[in-house]
């Protein structure tokens, strides 16, 4: 191997990325290089995706340094990511689709050159797949994109692909197309190549890894060759220690009649806690939204709603941003207060008042605009929102995503004073901390649910290890 | 899936063809060298009007500000350019930049196109207003010369309507900048990525739909060899009907030039098919809306049969 060849494609140090006060990754040091097929695992917010997109030129570091063998920039560089969540275009031919990221291919004819290497590098890498070049996208399964997308990550393009970043390459591919992928892999870093594996399957990364780091709160702890980890070990590696606090949070409580349970599989009683767990984006969210539509009419509101739903995405489903704290509040309760269809304001007010005394929200007046709060106290003013309606079901979306710690704590504090009033809570976080102190714990992965935990087995370990797929790959 | 889901162009061609069948069922006179260019005169410009219309569609925006543009062009058309041709080539030059430059202000500021256009169908009808207060003007001999040329076996409407619908085709469907474009429309972030940059690739679109908007505003002076300011108002609706109409989607990136050129002739073959109908000109513009609608049913109906299958 040349000298320029076995220099590292892509070296990281002490490299760091801050969004405001959220370090997301916090001084990490990697190098990657011809023939490593490195294994990245971390649970939720460990820093994976900062990582990648680090890596892949998407986003600059706040501070260290990143280099790269030949050029300056990624795409110089030949480092190609293949992400999680489909990012073809859907209108487009598959070959269309190569065209986007392959600009060398040009003037009149450019059709035939991409039809052939789009199906050279589906030949290699999937045989037998069946997918026509000059099928549009969005007439394929999903499988069938998501094959198309690591294809095109893996194609030539004009350069070569030196590294690719995969990043769960394999959620929505089945057991024999995974197989073949994870083959080819093997042959692409035994050619000199080097590959980033980011997957949930543990099977996967112990089948295919050469090395394996561990991300945890945005710092590597642990590197070793693959060889080096057991399964369990890779577990510890990735959880936490401390969770006697929350455990404490935890009270005992009388539990009602079961007044939920889903074709799926969920089920809650009433006055109880139950977190819905797991890696984020494995159904949680569809599972609580299906919930509540379910228990919800789009016809008729109701004077008293069975559940109410608090949103985690603020901006997309949670507040009315022009309106003021007050009406913010108010929403859910209007027709409870109503009288002969028109707003009781002196009703509204008071309601306002009372949740901004019992929840703490910061303001000096519920008149200003919902803007004027901070995301935390914005998020408050939701739970107002949802406690305020006489729903006995709350379903809760992630809903301390960027909320300050002593906003946590309030919030946390009322969760469990309006459980014991017999409030049924369904509650999907991605943060172990909230998890544990629920009285029972469902833990999904790939939309399905993978493990039920409650009492003293309500652990991070056991979350984890019920999170991530612990069969071996066959 | 269905042949009709799969070539959308099918529905199109078939209700331009059941209409066109209707018509000379009426009026057997106008299945003539003559008839044909009289009933479809006045296409060429609602056909460049579409395309213009198309171009900003596929990037997922709309233009609601085509119409006034149109007549603007049409103003300079029957002055400037018929006057002092070297002025009125610039003019029109820098309306097209001014297009451009809308599309890349309109990514930038991440303005809601609907918005931003509507403010400047005002502006550019203004403009007209300004330049022509009443109607008049006169279209430059050598335009006049090329509307109303008559080649031979096929008249100018139709030879007109096959050769925009082929260049067209050729610069959005076929070129690789064309692919590029329709990818900003069916997933912009994936382009961005690539490392393309989104601000001149919206310039573009928005610099394309201005070029066939001057072209089509010169079309119709050609054909009505004077001009007015409110010439072409009702342009803006007919592009956005004629777009859908052949097959092209709101969202998505999902568009056909012929097939938008062919939503154009069936618009302008609905107002004659009503008029050989002898229906009053009052319901006209409703019956031509029960068209619309009947044909985008159609169009609903078979693509919810497709994806089901």
């Known amino acids: ?474 | 899936m269905t042949a009709l889901a799969r070539y959308r162009i099918i529905l199109p061609v078939v209700s331009l063809a059941v209409l066109l069948a209707a018509t000379f069922y009426m009026q057997p006179r106008a299945m003539s060298y003559f008839g044909l260019n009289l009933l479809f005169n006045l296409a060429v410009p609602i056909a460049l009007a579409t395309i213009a219309q198309m171009m900003v569609i596929m990037v997922n925006d709309i233009d609601l500000s085509l119409g006034t543009f149109v007549s603007l062009v049409a103003c300079i058309t029957a002055t400037f350019l018929h006057d002092t041709p070297l002025l009125g080539a610039a003019m029109l030059l820098a309306l097209i930049l001014s297009y451009a430059a809308l599309g890349a202000l309109i990514h930038t500021l991440e303005l809601p196109a609907i918005v931003v256009t509507l403010g400047m169908s005002f502006v550019w009808g203004g403009l007209a207003l300004f330049i022509l207060p009443s109607p008049g003007g006169t279209s430059p001999v050598w335009l006049r010369t090329l509307m109303t040329v008559k080649p031979p076996f096929v008249p100018m409407a139709v030879v007109a309507s096959v050769i925009i619908a082929a260049v067209t085709h050729l610069l959005v469907i076929r070129s690789g900048i064309g692919t590029v474009l329709r990818g900003v429309g069916g997933n912009a972030r994936s382009v961005a990525r690539a490392g393309w940059p989104l601000v001149r690739l919206k310039a573009l679109a928005y610099g394309l739909c201005g070029l066939f908007g001057v072209l089509a505003g010169m079309a119709l002076v050609g054909l009505t060899t004077s001009a007015d300011a409110n010439i072409a108002l009702r342009y803006t609706l007919l592009s956005i009907a004629g777009v859908i109409l052949g097959g092209g989607e709101f969202i998505g990136g999902k568009v056909s030039p012929t097939g938008a050129v062919i939503g154009a002739l069936t618009l302008t073959l609905a107002a004659s098919f009503l008029s050989f109908m002898r229906l009053s000109p009052d319901w006209q513009i409703g019956a031509q809306g029960a068209i619309l609608i009947l044909v985008l049913t159609a169009r609903l109906i078979f693509s919810r049969k497709g994806s089901v299958a």
């Open chain 1, 1 to 474: 191997m040349s000298e320029q060849a076995s220099a590292a494609i892509v070296t990281l140090t002490q490299a760091a990325k801050h969004f405001g006060p959220v370090r997301a990754l916090d001084g990490v040091s990697l190098s990657v290089a011809p023939g490593d097929c490195i294994g990245l695992v971390g649970h939720n917010g460990a820093g994976k995706s900062t990582l990648v997109n680090l890596v892949n030129g998407s986003l600059a570091p706040s501070s260290g340094e990143i280099r790269f063998a030949t050029g300056s920039t990624a795409h110089a560089a030949g480092v190609r990511s293949v992400f999680q969540e489909l990012s073809l275009c859907p209108n487009l031919t598959v070959a269309e689709n190569l065209r986007i990221s392959h600009r060398a291919l040009k003037g009149p004819g450019w059709r035939r050159p991409a039809r052939a290497e789009i199906r050279q590098s589906l030949d290699a890498i999937f045989p037998g797949h069946g997918i026509d070049p000059d099928a549009e996208v969005d007439t394929l399964s999903i499988a069938q994109r998501q094959m198309v997308e690591i294809a095109i990550g893996f194609a030539p393009r004009g350069t070569a692909a030196r590294l690719v970043i995969l990043d769960e390459p394999t959620s929505s591919l089945d057991a024999g197309i995974a197989d073949q992928l994870l083959e080819h892999v093997r042959q692409f870093c035994a050619a000199g190549g080097a590959v980033v594996f980011i997957s949930h399957m543990l099977g996967e990364i112990f089948d295919v890894a050469t090395r394996i780091v561990v991300l945890k709160d945005g710092k590597i702890v642990a590197e070793r060759p693959a060889g080096g980890f057991t399964r369990q070990g890779l577990v510890d590696a990735m959880g936490h220690v401390a969770t006697e606090a929350a455990e404490a949070a935890r009270t005992a409580r009388e539990l009602g009649a079961e007044v939920v349970r889903t074709e799926q599989g969920l089920s809650a009683r009433a006055g109880e806690v139950v977190g819905l767990s797991g890696l984020a984006g494995h159904g949680q969210a569809a599972a609580l939204a299906r919930l509540y539509l379910s228990h919800s009419s789009s016809w008729r509101a109701g004077k008293t709603p069975r559940a109410v739903f608090v949103a985690g995405d603020r901006p997309r489903d949670g507040i009315l941003p022009l309106w003021s704290i007050l009406r913010n509040i108010s929403v859910s309760v209007l027709r409870q207060g109503a009288r002969w269809g028109l707003v009781d304001r002196a009703a509204e007010a008071e309601t306002a008042a009372t949740w901004k005394k019992r929840i703490g929200i910061r303001t000096e007046n519920v008149e200003n605009p919902v803007l004027s709060l901070s995301g935390g106290n914005q998020q408050k003013v939701l739970f107002a929102r949802a406690l305020a309606s006489p729903a006995r079901i709350v379903i809760m979306d992630d809903p301390m995503r960027g909320v300050d710690v002593g906003t946590k704590q309030d919030v946390y504090a009322m969760i469990q004073a309006e459980a014991a009033r017999g409030r049924t809570f369904l509650w999907y976080s991605t943060e172990t901390e909230e998890i544990i102190q629920c009285d029972r714990v469902f833990v999904f992965r790939d939309g399905a649910i993978s493990a039920e935990l409650t009492g003293a087995d309500i652990t991070e370990e056991k979350i984890l290890q019920a999170s991530f797929e612990m069969q071996e790959v066959s």
